[in-house]
């Protein structure tokens, strides 16, 4: 069946350090995946997306990487900060304007 | 970031009571949905709101469950006979950009049915 999953549901990183959040899909009519972070008691809030047609995107401090061979979604997070504490979602979307989403990892950024 | 503001931001409802949660888009918002998210899990689809009427909707979506757009502004969730299980955070979001699927999402009504 269809499924978005993380490999990882906790991500502890030290401050400064490059994060590497990882996703896998299992649908291949998925054409446009996006990453959000949600940090506690908010709503998701859009950091980054990349189109099928891509294997990259970069955005500020953050990179997505798309590898359609292996059904595969990572997002860096570059010199991670304390702020960048949160849950981190993918999900996906075929052209059905209904995006699914993985289970989270959450990311704590130690001092 | 484009704001979608939902109220309350909190509701306690006793089980089998109705309850309905607005949400106020951006004016110019293409397509509205509803998610909700049970604590510790993933953010999981309700609804799909297109045209001023329901695009798609999920097997969460059943009879209990109705949207409306009522005033041409608010999109409003309401459940008719809310369920021990009902009890989630609701998020409201809503695309702006023509072609795109991009959502953008409200900061949500936490629904505790006691």
């Known amino acids: 069946g269809e499924s978005v999953g993380l490999h990882l549901p906790t991500l502890s990183v030290q401050e400064g350090d490059n994060s590497i959040i990882n996703c896998a899909y299992s649908?291949?009519?998925?054409?446009?995946f996006i990453w959000y972070k949600q940090e506690s008691g908010k709503g998701p809030q859009f950091i980054i997306d990349?189109?099928?047609?891509?294997d990259k995107r970069q955005g500020q401090r953050v990179t997505v990487l798309l590898n359609k061979t292996v059904k595969h979604l990572s997002l860096q997070i570059a010199a991670t900060q304390p702020g960048d504490s949160a849950v981190y979602f993918c999900?996906?979307?075929?052209?059905?304007?209904?995006?699914?989403f993985g289970a989270g990892t959450t990311v704590t950024v130690r001092a | 970031e484009p704001e979608v503001t939902q109220t309350p931001s909190h509701q306690v409802t006793q089980m089998g009571q109705e309850v309905i949660l607005r949400c106020v888009p951006i004016?110019?918002?293409?397509?509205f949905y509803w998610y909700r998210q049970i604590l510790g899990q993933k953010v999981e689809f309700l609804v799909s709101?297109?045209?001023?009427?329901?695009?798609?909707k999920s097997e969460i979506f059943d009879d209990q469950f109705s949207v409306e757009r009522p005033d041409g502004s608010n999109f409003t969730l309401k459940i008719r006979s809310t369920k021990l299980e009902d009890s989630a955070m609701y998020f409201c979001a809503g695309i702006i950009e023509q072609g795109s699927e991009k959502l953008f999402f409200g900061s949500g009504t936490q629904l505790s049915v006691l």
């Open positions: 004016s110019n918002h293409l397509y």
């Open positions: 999900a996906e979307t075929g052209n059905d304007y209904k995006l699914s």
């Open positions: 709101f297109y045209n001023n009427e329901i695009s798609e």
């Open positions: 990349i189109r099928s047609n891509m």
């Open positions: 649908n291949s009519a998925s054409d446009y």
